[in-house]
């Protein structure tokens, strides 16, 4: 059963936005991905996130940039966790994204990571859902685990060779 929905405004947010997935995937946790305009297809985006508790998906990630709508819209409609990755923009930097997420008014959060954040929002969808699922919550301490192996083994092979040949 999907407990993720993934939705992006445009296919140029697709490579920030599979690392969401890529995350997921390795987690084994299941979702569906899907490109929808809030802007140009309203009616599209409002079935989208009126459907998606029906379909018992637990966690939205929503990515967008610039006036990025899609995040905050999708949380004034679905009742669960939000999370909303500001995509760069070449005008701002991602600056105007980041700003249009993470400023939402009171009664409607959006959990929002850094620009560009695909990663760190996969994460954080898998530690929302294994406060209800011991498995996932064992295989998010094994990832955990992984990525303090491998910083030990970088620090083991700085140690070896030195800085100037690492």
Known sequence: MT???IVMGSDSDMPVMAKAADILDKLGVSYE???ISAHREPDVFFEYAKSAESKGWKVIIAGAGMAAHLP???AAIFPLPV????MHTTSLGGRDSLYSIVQMPSGIPVATVAINGGANAGLLA???LATSDPELLERLKAYSAELKAQVEAKAERLAEVG???Y
């Open 33 to 35: 991905m899907t490109i």
């Open 126 to 128: 898998a530690k929302i």
């Open 163 to 165: 800085y100037k040949n």
């Open 72 to 74: 905050g819209m999708c």
């Open 3 to 5: 407990k993720v929905g």
């Open 83 to 86: 999370i909303g990755i500001p």
